[in-house]
């Protein structure tokens, strides 16, 4: 114990993981991964046999249709020795013909000679299928579990290998064979290429005729560069290397599931096995989503759709009973969200950056990528407001929402007075809370005067205005005289007043989005210390849109 408060003991740890034998960094000059991997869907299996309560057989059959339409290519559907659910559903998908032709499923079996053969039975009829056998391999499991030798655990390897090729060879259809040490991280390196050569001996691929060797992050032991260096080892070093597929496993135990992904493939790997959103065992495998979508980032097509993540989560959440996190890369509600004032504002400029410029690519400051690509909204995902936020983002959401192209001094006023209301509720504000603080604080304000009717004419090369106000219930008459129509209603408001201020800004447009041929303008005035003003109005008249505008100033300085 190293002190009376601390009753963690990092002394009780070692590592228990194994260097390869040689130094392998080939994959450390590597820059990014240029090419898709085969990418092999285990949400059916792994992530399955993680669920508090696993998918039921109509579950899985939807889940089963939505990894095809997310374009998967390997599905490994279950372990159809572990229950009447995980067999039915594969003679389900097999009877019903509801395997596309460009699909190949895979099945997990353990070494055991009555699950392998179970295994084939529930196998009958497919037209094509990978047999997946697995034996662990590790210190750990050698000596705790099986308590045997490495000559006894190579031994139910091999085993397992010629039972597979002997009931393939039996039965009908065309069947790949697939071979993990299981918890090969816990593997001495040599000891796992000794075992998968044993095996891969046994089956002889070709080229023509390739077999996947998977060597699995079962647990997360090391670091990243550990396994990248152990998987160069074994890709370097494995026999009939190019008549095998050398896939991965990864599982997150200590976060870096896709770390371990990324790096392998740079080492290496061929191809990938994980799940949607990291679903599976503990901390779950690898999120084929993020994976995938970082390569897309990178300028490369990862060969899967994700282009409706919005519904994939849902309905993944709703199969699985599972929830994807709010800050799960790319999928999480959050994560292109920015609530805090300077990201909103490089966002907003950047938005209209792309829209100025027309790039030939993405360039966002904070959106790494495009959230539309895979079916996010600019509008409800991106800027976000509460106390945290600034004018920029108020602004862009008035303007992207509702159409409000407020000036840009007059946004630091409303970008205030919105983020208090946030502050003073403590909660977020959506866009129509936003619209609504907006109108009442600034638009058409009506008190203590409200128009009623102005009428203009021109006159000795200036402007009369006559202009009708209800003060305090009661009806009254102003005239004024100026330059311009606003001139001259202020010159009215101010004869009859003893307000003191002059017109220090003036803007307008038409309102495009939400109503039709509105106008809307904005009125700046500034009283004589200083102290500057806003107030907006709305009508469909620009003239009067602009005198409303004014009129909301000056009831706002009252
Ligand atoms: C890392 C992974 O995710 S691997 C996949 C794990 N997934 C699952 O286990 C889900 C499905 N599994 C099951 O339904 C069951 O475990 C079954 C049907 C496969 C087997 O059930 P059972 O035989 O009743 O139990 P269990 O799995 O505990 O068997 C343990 C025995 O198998 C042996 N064993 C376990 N895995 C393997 C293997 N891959 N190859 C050979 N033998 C194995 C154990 O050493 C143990 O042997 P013992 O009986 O001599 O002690
Ligand atoms: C069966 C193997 C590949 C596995 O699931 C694991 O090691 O995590």
Same mark, same amino acid.
């Given at each position: 114990m190293k002190g009376d408060l601390i009753s963690m003991n990092s002394e009780k740890y070692k590592r228990q993981y194994f260097m390869p034998p040689e130094e392998c960094l080939d994959w450390a000059r590597k820059e990014y991964i240029t090419k898709a991997p085969d990418w092999c869907s285990v949400d059916l299996r792994d992530g399955n046999q993680a669920l508090i309560i696993p998918m039921s057989l109509d579950e899985k059959v939807e889940f089963f249709k939505y990894l095809v339409k997310v374009g998967f290519k390997e599905i490994e559907v279950g372990f159809p020795a572990a229950s009447e659910t995980e067999y039915t559903f594969l003679r389900t998908l097999i009877e019903q013909d509801l395997i596309p032709d460009d699909v190949t499923i895979q099945v997990l079996t353990q070494a055991r000679e009555h699950i392998i053969k179970r295994t084939f039975e529930a196998l009958k009829g497919a037209k094509r299928a990978i047999v997946h056998v697995y034996n662990s391999t590790s210190l750990a499991q050698r000596e705790q579990v099986f308590k045997k030798s490495k000559e006894e655990i190579l031994k139910i390897a091999t085993d397992g290998a010629k039972l597979l090729k002997k009931l393939a060879d039996e039965t009908e259809g065309n069947f790949q064979f697939e071979y993990s040490p299981e918890s090969f991280t816990g593997t001495e390196v040599e000891y796992a290429l000794e075992v998968c050569n044993a095996v891969l001996d046994i089956w002889k691929p070709s080229p023509d005729w390739k077999v996947i060797i998977n060597l699995p992050v079962t647990v997360q032991l090391s670091m990243t560069h550990v396994y990248a260096s152990q998987i160069e080892y074994m890709s370097k070093h494995m026999k009939y290397r190019d008549s095998v597929v050398l896939s991965i496993h990864p599982h997150n135990d200590r976060g870096c599931g896709v770390a371990d992904t990324e790096l392998a493939l740079l080492a290496g790997a061929d191809r990938v096995e994980g799940t949607l959103f990291g679903n599976g065992e503990r901390t779950g495998n690898v999120d084929i989503v993020t994976v995938a979508l970082n390569m897309y980032s990178h300028g490369? #097509?990862?060969?899967? #759709?994700?282009?409706?993540l919005p519904e994939l989560t849902k309905n993944y959440e709703r199969l699985t009973r599972m929830n994807v996190y709010e800050r799960q890369p790319y999928s999480g509600k959050l994560v292109f969200a920015a609530f805090s004032g300077s990201h909103q504002d490089a966002i907003a400029k950047g938005m209209h950056w792309i829209d100025d410029r027309h790039p030939d690519y993405w360039s966002v400051p904070y959106l790494p990528i495009d959230p539309k690509d895979i079916g996010?909204?600019?509008? @409800? #995902?991106?800027i976000r407001i509460n106390s945290q936020s600034g004018k920029g983002g108020i602004g862009y959401v008035l303007e992207e929402n509702f159409g409000f192209h407020i000036p840009g001094k007059m946004r630091e006023d409303v970008g205030y007075t919105v983020k208090d209301v946030s502050d003073k509720q403590h909660r977020e504000l959506v866009p129509k809370d936003i619209l609504d603080v907006f109108k009442t604080v600034y638009v058409n304000i009506s008190s203590p005067i409200a128009l009623k009717e102005c009428h203009f004419i021109q006159k000795d090369g200036g402007i009369e205005a006559e202009i009708s106000l209800e003060k305090s219930g009661v009806d009254k008459l102003y005239h004024g005289r100026g330059n311009g129509r606003l001139d001259a209603v202020s010159n009215a408001l101010q004869r009859h007043s003893d307000l003191d201020y002059s017109i220090v800004s003036y803007q307008e447009h038409a309102l495009?989005?939400? @109503?039709? @041929?509105k106008a809307c303008s904005y009125v700046a005035i500034q009283k004589p210390n200083g102290t500057v003003v806003w107030g907006a109005g709305i009508h469909e008249d620009i003239i009067t849109a602009s005198v409303l505008a004014l009129i909301s100033a000056v009831n706002r300085i009252q």
């Open positions: 490369v #097509d990862p060969n899967l #759709d994700f282009s409706n996010r909204e600019y509008e @409800s #995902d991106v495009t989005v939400g @109503s039709n @041929s």
